[in-house]
T-cell receptor
Framework: GAVVSQHPSRVICKSGTSVKIECRSLDFQATTMFWYRQFPKQSLMLMATSNEGSKATYEQGVEKDKFLINHASLTLSTLTVTSAHPEDSSFYIC???????????????FGDGTRLSIL | AQSVTQPDIHITVSEGASLELRCNYSYGATPYLFWYVQSPGQGLQLLLKYFSGDTLVQGIKGFEAEFKRSQSSFNLRKPSVHWSDAAEYFCAVGGQGQGGKLIFGQGTELSVKP
């Protein structure tokens, strides 16, 4: 089945540093990837939609200068949390949508998430 | 407005008992419906999906779901729950022209008693 690898699985760093999270589709090409944030015991909050070769589309209320997204290839998207602060601590999950002749009725395949802790 | 409601935040069932997790949606067009499961600290795994056709959908791990358009529901069922089914379950809806975007429900946490 479709596999999405997310790395790192856990990050602990000091306030003010920038953190990069990678999301790779291992056995399929993903024209679209999604980035979510999940707070404890809550649902997934879509942060942005990343399309290969174009600028990401951010959801309302998400700071695009804070959360930089790059989707440089059909198998890799990165999320960089710039100048991270304790309030950015959360569980970040990516998902990838495979190409299938342009049909949008494909399920998202999720990575295992990244637990980000800012001290 | 488009939305997904999972009325039950937390459900506890005994091992071997049957399970039904409720999902209601509000969507202006033909919905694509999904159920995902999340174990603690993990990403989401797809259990099953409905796009069209037979309204009773079979998924992995013995789960099934039934699409009922008249009730705007897509409830998840399993005839006999195993302890390993304890997890968080999310219902989601999407549709054509949405670029694959999904709207997720709040999730239902399933606990299994021995």
């Amino acid at each position: 089945g479709a596999v999405v690898s997310q790395h790192p699985s856990r990050v602990i760093c000091k306030s003010g540093t920038s953190v990069k999270i990678e999301c790779r589709s291992l056995d399929f090409q993903a024209t679209t990837m999604f980035w979510y944030r999940q707070f404890p015991k809550q649902s997934l909050m879509l942060m942005a939609t990343s399309n290969e070769g174009s600028k990401a589309t951010y959801e309302q209320g998400v700071e695009k200068d804070k959360f930089l997204i790059n989707h440089a290839s059909l198998t890799l998207s990165t999320l960089t949390v710039t100048s991270a602060h304790p309030e950015d601590s959360s569980f970040y999950i990516c998902s990838a949508l495979g190409t299938n002749g342009g049909y949008s009725n494909q399920p998202q395949h999720f990575g295992d998430g990244t637990r980000l802790s800012i001290l | 407005a488009q939305s997904v409601t999972q009325p039950d935040i937390h459900i506890t069932v005994s091992e071997g008992a049957s399970l039904e997790l409720r999902c209601n949606y509000s969507y202006g067009a033909t919905p694509y419906l999904f159920w995902y499961v999340q174990s603690p600290g993990q990403g989401l795994q797809l259990l099953l999906k409905y796009f069209s056709g037979d309204t009773l959908v079979q998924g992995i791990k013995g789960f099934e779901a039934e699409f009922k358009r008249s009730q705007s529901s897509f409830n998840l069922r399993k005839p006999s729950v195993h302890w390993s089914d304890a997890a968080e379950y999310f219902c989601a809806v999407g549709g054509q022209g949405q670029g694959g975007k999904l709207i997720f429900g709040q999730g239902t946490e399933l606990s299994v008693k021995p």
